[in-house]
T-cell receptor
């Protein structure tokens, strides 16, 4: 299955600032997905990152708050902008593995704390 | 869009007993159903998945069943061990379209000695 390197693994940020999270995949993938997991909760899809076009955002998430870049088929970034304590969460990227039966693979996650 | 419900939210079993977690989905077009295990502080890990062309799949102590007519699927863990303690998430998607996963709310499984 695909191997995803995600960084940073954690960060503590001041409110009002921005943090950019990076995901690098060891193989080319069509779509990359960004999820948020609030403490003790399930995973919620933020957006789907497409190479060569604008990301597709889910209801409740907007590009101004969570801008995404997808410059090539192996890399994507998610920025959490103008942060507030409510943005404290784990952010994970995910890809659909190319091989049959491998499903979706997740990065190791970024634990963000906004103070 | 797709909606996935998962029950129970918490489950406590004694070591050696079986555990069953159930999920229902709303979109009849969904045809790929993975299960993830998430240990504390770790990423979700795929443990088993099933596609709509089969009704059951097994991998050692883990099995998943799917009832497309009723739109529900279940995870079965037999001979539970303490290392099975984790949060389990079911999910659904339309496979083959690089479609997004919709996750259930999670089940915290505690295996006691």
């Amino acid at each position: 299955s695909a191997v995803i390197s995600q960084k940073p693994s954690r960060d503590i940020c001041q409110r009002g600032t921005s943090l950019t999270i990076q995901c690098q995949v060891d193989s080319q993938v069509t779509m990359m997905f960004w999820y948020r997991q609030q403490p003790g909760q399930s995973l919620t899809l933020i957006a789907t990152a497409n190479q060569g076009s604008e990301a597709t955002y889910e209801s409740g998430f907007v590009i101004d708050k969570f801008p995404i870049s997808r410059p090539n088929l192996t890399f994507s970034t998610l920025t959490v902008s103008n942060m507030s304590p409510e943005d404290s969460s784990i952010y994970l990227c995910s890809v659909e593995a190319l091989q049959e039966g491998y499903g979706y693979t997740f990065g190791s996650g970024t634990r963000l704390t906004v103070v | 869009g797709e909606n996935v419900e998962q029950h129970p939210s918490t489950l406590s079993v004694q070591e050696g007993d079986s555990a069953v977690i159930k999920c229902t989905y709303s979109d009849s077009a969904s045809n790929y159903f993975p299960w993830y295990k998430q240990e504390l502080g770790k990423r979700p890990q795929l443990i088993i998945d099933i596609r709509s062309n089969v009704g059951e799949k097994k991998d050692q102590r883990i099995a998943v069943t799917l009832n497309k007519t009723a739109k529900h699927f279940s995870l079965h863990i037999t001979e539970t061990q303490p290392e099975d303690s984790a949060v389990y998430f079911c999910a659904a998607s339309i496979d083959g379209t690089a479609s997004k996963l919709t996750f259930g709310t999670g089940t915290r499984l505690q295996v006691t000695l």
